[in-house]
């Protein structure tokens, strides 16, 4: 939700900085997710170099000034100019509130731009003249840099509070946190109860608690003002009539969302708040037909329902150019039945929105009679009768305030009149032992929430900390067997994966999978994501595709499987390449070493040339296994609780991944036998970023390498972040590599 | 053998931070993917109808049940289980139905964090944040502690680390919503307690500056194979 700061002092005397008052709101709970100043870099510092007449106005004035790239022409109006004078231009493309700055030609002459006022910056009321800058100011500068008078704040509201969907909300926020009170203008008009000429019936309570209406005749339907139009645009609502906008100017400002319906649609004087009937339909505002059911509620009049309650008005009902008697609505709807209803059309509106989140029930009355108040003043008309409608009285909760637990559960030692100054600035009432909740707060139930108000306006850096004493948990865990059998594999040379539990239909028909058992879900938002797999190996066979330039491809995968309402832990074992079989036989023998479980616990499967096909791999060998954990884990016959599992012993250095493909390389060298590999491998890395990964592969001594010497070979593997590398570059970089290894190790390539 | 192995990096993070917990007498337990609404929603006070579901984009099962949308699913099938003090955390794989790009993954993993006993307070939950975050990333690591609403906890926190001069969100807590302990048939006047969720895929690119989240379940065997202990 985007608010501005010079809304927030309507309400509230805030004296803080952008960057304050946002690092105060994030202390206290709303987060800022960005601050933006109203006018973009755009608007420019400029130097008048001269002021000349208007050829074709006595009343315009040609400006040449320079912007700090070039001098051009601005046809101007204002009579303050001068020569020498800096001032603010508003370059083409600028946006202005509701303006965005065109090139224009104004009585024959080209205007490039705009020299702004304060009103029009939003500065201040003024438009006598153009703002006339500091002296300090540098030409060419973005304005933002040196006046920012008005900046607007995204913030993201948590769903428990929709008391903070206005600028009043947020101005009780910052009151809160400055130590200040809110002020609230007094209404100037005060209408009776009753004798309104238009009847309301409500039929489900329940659902509409309160319901308020209040008839003015004579309006004169029209753009807004300037300053209204500004503030909602800057808010990110756009300005339709004035009616309209004054709607949801207060619904901005206070939270209340308001209605109005053009009087003279409703057939006799009368609103119905009721179910919609079957096969009931309504043209929304935006003009698309809705399809309405039984738990649905709307407003209708005698024939015909006019609204969708709380989330949307009705096209026919609605107000146009050619109303001149309204119907103003403000009332209170039961949030779950509006989330039910926009979710069920799949509408969102700024009025559900807060009515899901829950309004100020008693603010109903007060945000209709200040739209009124502004309808009068902005669009005339008067008000007719008295205030329709019905309304339960407002709840006042109540709750035991307890110093000590809260106290407690902080870790702080807050006097109770300390407390109550945090409540009272939050608008909480106090009575003796107890406090009453403001109306406006749903999402305070349980002193634990009391505890949460005071812990944050307090500030959570205030906390005390306390330290856990050290203490031994249970090693032996299902998780701590699971990770020294990824210990084992990965000590074999086998890398560990973790695929999606996802299944498309496309993969159901790869692996050859009947799809009558899977586990499907309800909505997916891509096609991958249709069923939940049922076994860990189209996902393997999926890696050694991906992997082609690896060889071998030796990985496995401990994950969930499901099936019908089953759901377990699988482990699964995938190799290919020319010694797959031998390396998956070793894994198995491995894995009977350590277990309980004989060799037809753990079947070996190879694949037929089709099924390679099928997955696209391109390897003649492709050899695996799957097993549940459970039964591997339960029968573990090593001592778990003392071998520990294996962590880093050097820091990881990690290199981003390409998306184009990679070129491997295999180098061997003969080396004394004091050198390291990882020294090797070092070197290597250092010689150039498209080098992505260094491998051993093979050590070995003999006789025939010569006294105290020793072999290595490393596979390369070489890619470009941007593009497809190419041979040649590839061997260009491993001509270097073998040069450095050469000279820096005493080395010899193996040829 | 031929070639050195790799383990997933999650599984690398997951040990040491695991190691830490364990330390303070945390034991891990763990908890199904695919659980019941209630398990998910209900039973750590997300109700139905309630605009804090929309928080987190759900994967829903044709029978009924969902994708678990955090590990906390694992808090009151735990607590029913055990009596207080209840000291676990819970690593595992999450979903949340959403459309991916480098950022955002539709699969991630998470480790839950719960502590139930008497006289817990902040300071505590405050405490075991900062010990573990100074552990992973060195001493000289900036905390934050910011008010924020999760429904399984009263008050409720995020935490945030400064990460190359910015303030970045690491993980959410709060103290033990007393209607989340009811759930556990725990005596919420006798008990109280915290409980933390670490996105572990985030903090392991925030470790190793990993740039793009879809790394991580991509079995490029490139990606995977810079990971070995």
Known sequence: MKILKSWLKDYVKIDLSDEKLSDKFNRTGTEVESVACVFDEKVVVAKIHEV??????????????????ETIDIVCGASNIMPGQKVPLAQIGANLGAVTIQKATIRGVESCGMLCAEDELGLGPDHTGIKILDENCVVGKPLNRYVCADSIFDLDVTPNRGDQLSHLGMAREAAAFCGKRVVEPEGKIAPKMGGSPVAVLVERKSDCPRYYTLAISGVAVAPSPRWLQDRLIKAGLRPINNIVDITNYV??????????????????????????????ALTALDGRRLKLEPDMLVVADLNKPLALAGVLGGEESGVTARTTNIILEAAEFNPKSIRRTAKALGLRSEASYRFERGIDPAGVIPALLKAAEMILDIAGGKIEGG??????????????????????????????????????HL?????????????????????????????????????????????SASLDSPYRRKELVKDLLFQLGLSEVANFSFLSEQDTRVAQIKTGDLVEVANPIQSENRYLRNSLVPGLLGCVAKNAVFDPVAIFEIGHVFWGDKEQENLGVAVSGKEAEKIVSLAREKLLEISALTKKDIPIGTMSRGELARFKIRKPAVYLFELPLSGLVQSLRVKTKELTLSSPASPINYRPVSRYPAVTRDVAFVVGKEVEPAAIIDCAYDMSDIINRVELFDEYTSPSLGAGKKSFAFHLYLQHMDRTLTQAEADDVVAGVIEKIQSHFGAKLRE | MIQIGSLHPETIFLRQMIAIFNDLGFSVFESPEADSEWYNFDAVNVPKDH??????????????????????????????????PLKIVIPGRCYRNEATDARHENTFTQLEGLYIDKDVRVGHLFWTIRHFLKKMYGDSIEVRFRPHHYPFVEPGMDIDIKYQGQWLEVLGSGMVHPKVMDNMRVDSGQYSGFAFGLGVTRLVMLKYGIGDIRQFNSGDLRFLRQFHP
């Open chain 1, 387 to 424: 205030i329709g409608g019905e309304g339960e009285d407002v709840d006042h909760k109540t709750l035991g305030l307890f110093p000590d637990k809260i106290n407690s559960l902080l870790g702080l030692s807050l006097s109770v009149t300390e407390m109550i100054k945090i409540l009272k």
């Open chain 2, 51 to 84: 605009p804090s579901r929309d928080v987190q984009d759900t994967f829903w099962l044709k029978d009924g049940r969902v994708l678990r949308t955090h590990t906390s699913n694992g808090q009151v099938r735990y607590g029913e289980m055990h009596k207080p």
């Open chain 1, 52 to 69: 000349k007449p208007h050829p074709g106005a006595d009343r315009l004035k040609i400006a040449r000034i320079f912007n700090g790239k």
């Open chain 1, 251 to 280: 619904m901005l400002d206070v939270g209340q969302p308001l209605h109005a319906f053009d009087r003279g649609m409703i057939s006799k004087e009368t609103l119905v708040v009721r179910s919609a009937s079957q096969d009931e």
């Open chain 1, 427 to 471: 608008g909480f009432e106090i009575e003796e032992n107890s406090v009453i909740v403001p109306t406006w707060r749903h999402d305070i139930h349980i002193w634990q929430d009391l505890a949460e108000e005071i812990g944050r306006i307090h500030g959570y850096d205030q906390v005390p900390l306390a330290p856990l004493a050290p203490a």
